[in-house]
C-alpha cells in the first residue's frame, strides 16, 4: 500500500494533504423565478447520479474512506482515510473500487500489514506472480520490498493497512504505475484445492441427508474465508447420488474447515447416512475464468 509520513499525503511522494478531498460534483448556479421547479428536478438528479457514481461505494466500508486518493499515485478511484497514526505506526483504510489500484512502490527499512476486510484483491511483490487475496487474509510486505496492489475487475475490495514509521525515512518511494499488462498477469493458484466430492447415501436417510448437507455447506461459505466455493448437486437420474464441488483457497484452509464445528456436527450427523464416499482432487484448468464466473451470480 503506498502512503506517505505526515505531513505529506497518505500515499507518499511530494506533499499533498488528503485531508479536505472530497468526490468532486458541479456547482449550480442560482436558479430563477421561472426555472426553479425544473432546477430544484436538476439538483436532485445530479445529487442522486453523484451519490450512486462516487460516494455510495466509500459509505459502504466498515471503516471511513471519506477521501479521494491522488490520481498521481492511483489508477482508477481509491478512497483512503487515516485512521490512527504515532511517531511509529500508520494505520490507514482504503476502498478499491472495481479495477483500481495504488502505483508501484516500497517501504524504506518499514515493514507493512495488509488486512482485506472486504471483497477481493490483487497483491503482487517485484519478480513473483500476482496474488488474490480475500476476506481475512493478510500480508506482511518485507522492508524496501516493491509491490503494488488494488481491487478485482469484478469487486470492489476495503483493506486496512498498519505500517511502521521510521525516523529520517520516507515511508512511500512511489516508482511507476501498474500497467493494463500488469495488472491483467495470471493470478498464482498453485495452492488451491478442487475436488468433487461423489456421495452415494441410503434411501431412507436421503431428505436428512439433504438438509444437513445444504447447511453445512451455507455456513462454510459464510464464515471461513479460505473456502471458496462448497455446492451440492444431485443427479435427475439417481437421487441418492450427491455430488459437491469443493473449492479452497490452500491445504490450510482445507485442513481449517474439516476442524470447525459445523463440520465436525454435520460429518457426526451423517455417518450412517452415507452409502458411500469419494474425494477425487480435481486440477483446474483456468483459474481466472473461474473467478469471472462466480461474480456472475452477484
Not at 438528479?45 to 466500508?61: G, I, M, P, R, Y
Request: charged share 20%; proline share 7%.
Amino acid at each position: 500500500m503506498n502512503h506517505g509520513p505526515p505531513p505529506t499525503s497518505p500515499l507518499g511522494g511530494r506533499s499533498q494533504r488528503t485531508d479536505n478531498l472530497s468526490p468532486q460534483g458541479e456547482s449550480e448556479g442560482a436558479p430563477s423565478k421561472k426555472n426553479i421547479m425544473t432546477t430544484k428536478s436538476q439538483l436532485i438528479l445530479a445529487l442522486f447520479a453523484l451519490v450512486l457514481t462516487t460516494s455510495a461505494a466509500a459509505q459502504e466500508t466498515l471503516f471511513p474512506a471519506n477521501h479521494s486518493a491522488p490520481a498521481e499515485f492511483t489508477t482508477g478511484r481509491v478512497h483512503i482515510s487515516v485512521l490512527s497514526r504515532s511517531e511509529r505506526q500508520l494505520t490507514t483504510n482504503f476502498l478499491f473500487e472495481r479495477g483500481s489500484r495504488n502505483s508501484w512502490h516500497y517501504h524504506p527499512h518499514a515493514t507493512q500489514v495488509l488486512m482485506v476486510l472486504s471483497g477481493e484483491a490483487y497483491y503482487q511483490e517485484e519478480g513473483k506472480p500476482k496474488q488474490l487475496l480475500r476476506r481475512g487474509d493478510v500480508v506482511t510486505t518485507p522492508p524496501d520490498v516493491r509491490h503494488w496492489n488494488g481491487a478485482t475487475p469484478w469487486s470492489d475490495c476495503e483493506c486496512i493497512t498498519v505500517s511502521d514509521l521510521v525516523a529520517g525515512q520516507q515511508h512511500a518511494v512511489q516508482l511507476h504505475k501498474v500497467s493494463d499488462t500488469e495488472f491483467a498477469s495470471p493470478v498464482e493458484h498453485t495452492s488451491m484445492i478442487v475436488r468433487l466430492a461423489e456421495i452415494e447415501v441410503h434411501p431412507e436417510h436421503l431428505a436428512d441427508y439433504l438438509e444437513l448437507a445444504n447447511q453445512v455447506d451455507r455456513l462454510s461459505v459464510e464464515r471461513e474465508p479460505g473456502v471458496v466455493c462448497l455446492f451440492p448437486m444431485q443427479s435427475a437420474d439417481n437421487p441418492t447420488h450427491i455430488r459437491i464441488l469443493e473449492i479452497y483457497a490452500s491445504e490450510e484452509a482445507y485442513q481449517s474447515h474439516i476442524k470447525t464445528d459445523h463440520f465436525q456436527a454435520y460429518k457426526q450427523s451423517t455417518q450412517h447416512m452415507v452409502k458411500s464416499l469419494k474425494l477425487p482432487t480435481m486440477r483446474p484448468l483456468d483459474p481466472e475464468t473461474m473467478n469471472l464466473i462466480f461474480s456472475k451470480q452477484r
